[in-house]
């Protein structure tokens, strides 16, 4: 077995037609969403939560793949439940920013 050096050298190891899964789904998710983006305290002790409420034609991996990047991008913890997003903490505008970037409709709710 031929030893790698450089970078370069383990990128000849895989194939040219070879795509990562994640690109393929960024690249479908781009159904434009009209969503709704509530702040919510209640029953969770007085800790916020940002709730993203509202999607349509997005399968469970799209919806994943959506939460992770802007979970990455923002450093916060959340959840999907219900087609709907779960944030940990008050990062709404950071949220929005986010998902206007890409081209979705965000209305603010509550807060």
Excluded: C
């Amino acid at each position: 077995m031929k030893k790698l050096n450089s970078l370069q050298d383990l990128k000849s190891l895989i194939p040219k037609e070879y795509n990562p899964e994640d690109k393929q789904i960024l690249k479908r998710n781009k159904i434009k969403q009209s969503l709704q983006a509530h702040y919510s305290i209640k029953g969770r002790a007085g800790n916020p939560v940002i709730i993203l409420k509202g999607f349509t034609g997005l399968n469970r991996n799209e919806l994943r793949s959506l939460s992770k990047h802007i979970k990455n991008k923002l450093g916060i913890g959340g959840s999907i439940k219900n087609n709907e997003m779960f944030f940990q903490g008050d990062k709404r505008e950071g949220i929005i920013s986010i998902l206007e970037s890409e081209g979705h409709y965000v209305k603010r709710i509550g807060g």
